[in-house]
Every structure is written in C-alpha cells, then in structure tokens.
C-alpha cells in the first residue's frame, strides 16, 4: 500500500498571503490528523477528520482551517500568514478514530513564510 | 488536559549497549500511549503502542516499552542499539475522545559506533 502523501513538499510564502496544503491518506483510511512541528513548539495538534467531520481541534487560531472529502484526502488552509506559522506541516492517517489507532504519517509540507 | 514530559534531550549510548528512552505522561482517565520515531528529513514512524492487557509492548526493529501506571511513565527500550536507531524519539498520548496526539519534546538519540 502506497503511504500518506504531502503536496507540496516545500513552500514558500510572503506574509499576509494564504496557502493549501494537501494531504492523500493511505487507501482505507477514514482518518486524517494534521500537526504543526516547530523547533520552539514541538509538534503540537491541529485538527483531525473523520468522514469529512471535524472531530477534534487544537488550540490554534482561526486563520488554520481544513476539511475532509468524500475519498478522505484533506486540504488545510492557512489564511493571512504570519511569520510564526513557517513550520513542518504533518498529515497522519489512521484506520479509524477514538485514540486507539496508530496514526501514519506522511513526510510533512516545509512552509517558510518570508 | 493531557501532557507527556520526556526528561532527556539527547542519550548518547554505545552501539551494542542498551537504550533507554524516557517518557511521563499526565492524563486524566485511561491513556494510550505510543512512541514515534522521525529521521532526518522525514514524518514520524510508529514503533509501538500500549491500550491495554501486558505492560511490556513489543515493536518494531527490536524496540519494547514498559507501561508503568503507578509511576506513569512509558519508557522505550532496546537491549543492543545500532548506529542506525540514531533519530528523534517522540512519546505521545492520546484519549478516547479521538486521534489527537499530544506529543513530548523529543529525545534525540545518538548511537555511537
């Protein structure tokens, strides 16, 4: 089975701008975790989606958004970039939802914001 | 709230000698624990979890981890390392209300030939 795949691998943005990250889960999986890795913050929890609903949230702002289609790829969306936001973006799948599940994850998007 | 403290930065040990990885957590109900591990360049690669039943979990490339309640630690062994089990070591916990992780720090390991 193919892994979780990450387009685009590396970005780079200029602040105020906003980007699409997008995230293909290995074939099965319903679903999709995003987190955000920073040398200052570790890695810390977005948002995850189970059949196209949003069932958890970290504590991030707004600007951080996502969704989930009906073949369980996901898009997050980061809106008015801040310097700040220039991270490893990670996508994780897993067969199912509930904390039991190991989560897959892929090689992350690079975002620099300039 | 749910956090995960792992006391090390780096463990510097000799190839062949055993590894030690150190993780606490603090949640509130049952944990699900997991160790992740992240090479250079590269997402993060499950190694093992712990839900339920025996303490000692066994993983991938030799690895095992030890669910401690009393103490609430987790810690990630191997009795002989190799040059190659040099990464980033990642504990995490997750509850029943769903996928989300929260993760330690990271340990880095340094295996020396």
């Known amino acids: 089975k193919a892994g979780v795949t990450q387009t685009p691998r590396y970005l780079i943005k200029t602040r105020g701008q906003q980007v699409t990250l997008s995230c293909s889960p290995i074939s099965g999986h319903r679903s999709v975790s995003w987190y955000q890795q920073t040398p200052g913050q570790g890695l810390q929890f977005l948002f995850e989606?189970?059949?196209?609903?949003?069932?958890n949230k970290g504590n991030f702002p707004g600007r951080f958004s996502g969704r989930q289609f009906s073949n369980s790829r996901s898009e997050m969306n980061v809106s008015t970039l801040e310097l700040g936001d220039s991270a490893l973006y990670l996508c994780?799948?897993?067969?199912?939802?509930?904390?039991?599940?190991?989560?897959?994850f892929g090689p992350g998007t690079r975002l620099t914001v300039t | 709230a749910q956090s995960v403290a792992q006391p090390e930065d780096q463990v510097n040990v000799a190839e062949g000698n055993p590894l030690t990885v150190k993780c606490t957590y603090s949640v509130s109900g049952n944990p699900y624990l997991f160790w992740y591990v992240q090479y250079p360049n590269r997402g993060l690669q499950f190694l093992l979890k712990y839900i339920t039943g025996d303490n000692l979990v066994k993983g991938s490339y030799g690895f095992e981890a030890e669910f401690n309640k009393s103490q609430t630690s987790f810690h990630l062994k191997k009795p002989s390392a190799l040059v190659s089990d040099s990464a980033l070591y990642f504990c995490?916990?997750?509850?029943?209300?769903?996928?989300?992780?929260?993760f330690g720090g990271g340990t880095r390991v340094l295996v020396k030939p």
């Open positions: 989606y189970f059949s196209e609903t949003q069932r």
């Open positions: 995490a916990v997750s509850q029943a209300a769903g996928n989300k992780l929260t």
């Open positions: 994780a799948s897993s067969v199912g939802t509930g904390g039991t599940y190991e989560q897959y």
